[in-house]
């Protein structure tokens, strides 16, 4: 479904409603929910309160993977990874009117998900990332452009251990936004460490 904007410049995934709320109210314009290891009833009232924080700060809520959750519950958009792609019911997303963002690795994957029709095309990890063990090799700055080529004006997300100061040549490369986790999740100083990468969206912000 492409016709939605790109993802805000600065956009952090979130593991729950709890950390939504800690920094949509701090200008974040975009943010992704990524629910790990909770129950179904879990899930949805994950999204739902969610949702409600994201409507209250204005911040665009984009949620990871639960795509029949996400249907049920109204959400307009979805972020999904190669293996959810592969089980999503595609034709009820589309009927619903949910636009989605599409995690991709490699040439094949980038296939599958252009075939998806999505909004926008994610890539990673860029740098070596710590978060979780990756099967992946760091796809470096030179792929980023690649993908670009390849996916015209498509936008471009770029993510795996970015920081501030790695966030400019990322977007030079070619990335329309760069999706950040660990940098501000493992800070010892969360809240500021989103105001300084808020600074830098300010920055660059057409």
Not at 36 to 44: L, Q, V
Not at 56 to 76: E, F, H, M, P
Not at 78 to 99: F, S, T, V, W, Y
Not at 178 to 199: G, K, N, Q, Y
Request: with cysteine; hydrophobic share 45%.
């Amino acid at each position: 479904m492409k016709g939605a904007a790109a993802p805000d410049v600065f956009y952090p995934i979130v593991p729950n409603a709890a950390w939504l709320e800690r920094i949509a109210h701090l200008g974040v314009r975009t943010a992704q929910l990524r629910l790990k290891d909770k129950t179904p009833e879990e899930i949805r009232e994950e999204i739902r309160t969610a949702s409600v924080i994201a409507k209250k700060t204005g911040c665009r809520l984009i949620v990871n993977d639960y795509w029949q959750a996400a249907i049920d519950l109204g959400v307009s958009e979805l972020h999904l990874g190669q293996e959810d792609l592969a089980e999503a019911d595609l034709p009820a997303i589309r009927r619903a009117g949910i636009a989605i963002g599409v995690s991709t690795h490699s040439e094949e994957e980038l296939e599958a998900a252009l075939a998806a029709d999505p909004a926008y095309v994610a890539l990673g990890p860029i740098y070596e990332t710590k978060l979780k063990v990756m099967k992946w090799e760091p796809q470096g700055l030179e792929r980023i452009g690649a993908w670009k080529k390849r996916i015209g004006a498509l936008p471009l997300i770029a993510i795996g251990g970015i920081t501030p100061e790695r966030a400019g040549p990322v977007l030079a490369a070619g990335a329309d936004s760069v999706a950040v986790i660990t940098d501000f999740i493992t800070s010892p100083h969360p809240e500021a460490r989103v105001r300084l990468w808020l600074d830098w969206a300010s920055t660059v912000r057409t």
